[in-house]
T-cell receptor, first 115, second 113 residues
Framework: GAVVSQHPSWVICKSGTSVKIECRSL??????MFWYRQFPKQSLMLMAT?????????EQGVEKDKFLINHASLTLSTLTVTSAHPEDSSFYIC???????????FGPGTRLLVL | AQSVTQLDSQVPVFEEAPVELRCNYS??????LFWYVQYPNQGLQLLLK??????LVESINGFEAEFNKSQTSFHLRKPSVHISDTAEYFC???????????FGSGTKLNVKP
């Protein structure tokens, strides 16, 4: 149980285009979903937290207009990187938690390469 | 504020040897502690967690960690490692709402034959 999937697993795009990454909880209802970014050889950095049906809460320093997050249902959250640039290249990982469950379950990650 | 320190960025060890990955945290509130493992190009998998009760927690693949409140530590140990344990291990701390996870910088465990 507690499986989180991400799609796509990797994506290459041209600079200036937008990329959408999906995060799904497969066997539970995720009241809260999280988006992290991981740079090479570094730890995870929380970008934003989203609750179903509400606007996402962004961490300090994260551009909300660049990283659009939508948590449309209890099983799906999307992260759209708008007008991507090479510096947005990174490994993006989502996680999800169910109400009253004391942990987060992580997706397999999406590697984004912007050329 | 909460923070996590993993003192060792890399730990090389021979197969079947014991290993300890160190994790120290700082927090002004009650904490819940986690160890996650990340294999190359994959997301994080929960290895074990301490929420309450016994301070020694175990995983299904032989790892264990002990919550030491006085030393603010949650070190991960395994008495005999396998090649397949080669991965990066992250220690994390959360407060009571479990919506904020603070991760350490990670420790790469490299098990050599």
């Amino acid at each position: 149980g507690a499986v989180v999937s991400q799609h796509p697993s990797w994506v290459i795009c041209k600079s200036g285009t937008s990329v959408k990454i999906e995060c799904r909880s497969l066997d539970f209802q995720a009241t809260t979903m999280f988006w992290y970014r991981q740079f090479p050889k570094q730890s995870l950095m929380l970008m934003a937290t989203s609750n179903e049906g509400s606007k996402a809460t962004y961490e300090q320093g994260v551009e909300k207009d660049k990283f659009l997050i939508n948590h449309a249902s209890l099983t799906l959250s999307t992260l759209t990187v708008t007008s991507a640039h090479p510096e947005d290249s990174s490994f993006y990982i989502c996680s999800a938690r169910e109400v009253d469950v004391k942990t987060q379950y992580f997706g397999p990650g999406t590697r984004l390469l912007v050329l | 504020a909460q923070s996590v320190t993993q003192l060792d960025s890399q730990v090389p060890v021979f197969e079947e040897a014991p290993v300890e990955l160190r994790c120290n945290y700082s927090s002004s509130v009650s904490v819940y502690l986690f160890w996650y493992v990340q294999y190359p190009n994959q997301g994080l998998q929960l290895l074990l967690k301490y929420l309450s009760g016994s301070t020694l927690v175990e995983s299904i693949n032989g790892f264990e960690a002990e919550f030491n409140k006085s030393q603010t530590s949650f070190h991960l140990r395994k008495p005999s490692v396998h090649i397949s344990d080669t991965a990066e291990y992250f220690c994390a701390v959360s407060g009571g709402d479990f919506n904020k996870f603070y991760f350490g910088s990670g420790t790469k465990l490299n098990v050599k034959p």
